[in-house]
């Protein structure tokens, strides 16, 4: 190991000592034991939260387990943030340089699933139970193994909810009552000032794209923005007197088709994708529908993109009103950014994954389609979103199961021990060298100005 981790370095251009590189190794060593000897109660962990997903803002039992998680560490912690969120810190030997490990509280709806709830057609088809046993396993490997007293800062583990961007008008109505104003939970982080103090952040994503024993870095993502439309007609009888109605469900359909309509407009390279949903079609088939509820999200590489493909949509759901007489209503709802990832991070994680399964384990991808609130995070700090194997099927279907636990959980928490103890050594000189290097494109309050003048102009 001491040979490939000295060409690792070597390819960077950086000096590094033959003591100073075996201690470091030691470290290292000494973390990854600590997760090999907790392997039980990490996959103990993972299985809990699989076996009992919650919904975004509402994962209390979740959040629960995670307190008492930390607790069984003798961390301390504070709780319901954002609703459910939490945060432990874990100090190093000085505390002026910190990395938040985050992992994501809720699922995702798939009624189709097997193992989704009966209720609420949740399930962890998201691999969020992931995320949060690789969280759990790289606390335990710094914490137990007590390399975390040799490194000069500190480590953040944040349980976060609701990343998947479901039940908006439930969303909305939390922000009505005033219990939140963004729809994401690493958004609401953000308002209430919890990732102030951080330098850089840090996750990791059970991945369907048939991995293997991979991880897969890419080049980003795209962003959204979301949207609630309700089209309003008047009711008659469908059979007797359909002209004295107004068929809100016909002015849908014609706003949907506009939609289609400006496909051909959108630039390949930006990525654009839209795709919405009826959520309410009428009552009675005997009666003309009077209201039609609709959700979509307008994503894009970029949000400059993302705001011409949204003018776009709002004019073609508005010509539909108009060609059948009926009122429509957008509201326009804070999305995610593009998700911009560090490219010296992700190449530091991918060196720890190149050390534990060799060199041919890290597959390098472009752009992606999907979206999350890390992106929000990454326009603010260094932040990595790396895709881990160990399943099979497909995200967000009812064939996604973790196949290989230990490539699922354990690997990629080896790996985050392994990046932060190599950010974190000898003054966090790694550290400090990329967050130097970093332009954010916003901080807090230009963040929180950016998405409250969107709110404003829709």
């Known amino acids: 190991m001491y040979d490939s981790e000295n060409r690792a370095f070597a390819r960077k251009g950086e000096a590094i000592s033959r003591r100073e590189l075996m201690d470091r190794r030691s470290a290292k060593k000494r973390a990854m034991e600590a997760i090999d000897e907790a392997v039980e109660r990490i996959f103990q962990f993972a299985d809990d939260i699989w076996s009992n997903p919650e919904l975004g803002f509402k994962e209390y039992r979740t959040a629960e387990i995670v307190g008492e998680f930390f607790a069984e560490l003798g961390l301390d912690y504070d709780s319901g943030l954002a609703r459910t969120g939490i945060r432990a810190d874990l100090p190093g030997r000085s505390d002026d340089f910190q990395i938040a490990v985050m992992g994501e509280l809720d699922a995702v709806v ?88 951080i330098d850089m952040a840090a996750m990791a994503h059970l991945s369907g794209a048939d991995l293997g024993r991979r991880i897969m870095l890419s080049g980003g993502s795209n962003g959204f923005v979301g949207k609630i439309i309700r ?120 060196e720890q994954i190149e050390l534990l399964l060799g060199a041919d384990r890290v597959r390098r991808m472009g752009h992606l389609g999907g979206s999350s609130d890390m992106g929000d995070v990454s326009h603010l700090m260094p932040s990595i979103h790396p895709f881990i194997g160990g399943v099979e099927g497909s995200n967000h279907a009812r064939t996604f199961r973790v196949t290989d636990p230990e490539m699922a959980y354990i690997v990629p928490s080896k790996a985050m021990a392994g990046m932060v103890i190599d950010l974190l050594w000898d003054g966090a000189a790694r550290g400090r060298k990329i967050a130097e290097g970093f332009a954010p494109a916003f901080d807090r309050d230009g963040y929180l100005r950016m998405w409250r003048r969107m709110l404003e102009d829709g």
């Open 110 to 197: 798939c009624r189709e699933h097997p193992d989704a709830d009966p209720d609420t057609g949740a399930v962890h088809a998201c691999g969020h139970h992931g995320q949060l046993a690789i969280m759990f396993a790289t606390a335990i490997g710094l914490m137990q193994s007590g390399v975390i007293d040799s490194l000069d800062g500190g480590v953040s583990f944040m349980a976060v909810p609701a990343e998947e961007y479901v039940e908006l008008d439930y969303r909305r109505h939390l922000r009505e009552q005033g219990e939140i104003e963004f729809f994401g939970g690493k958004q609401e982080f953000i308002r209430m000032g919890l990732l102030d103090d």
């Open 231 to 350: 089209y309003l007609g008047r009711e008659a009888h469908a059979g007797s007197a359909p002209h004295e109605g107004v068929n809100a469900l016909n002015a849908a359909m014609l706003g949907l088709m506009g939609i289609h309509a400006q496909r051909e407009t959108f630039k390949d390279e930006d990525s654009i994708r839209i795709h919405p949903i009826i959520t309410g079609g009428g009552d009675l088939v005997n009666v003309v529908p009077s209201e039609v509820s609709m959700e979509t999200y307008v994503r894009g590489r970029t949000m400059d993109a993302i705001g011409d493909a949204s003018s776009k949509v709002n004019r073609a759901l508005q010509a539909g009103a108009q060609a059948i007489g009926a009122e429509v209503d957008v509201t326009e709802i804070p999305g995610y950014l593009p998700r911009e990832l560090d490219e010296e991070m992700s190449d530091l994680y991918a």
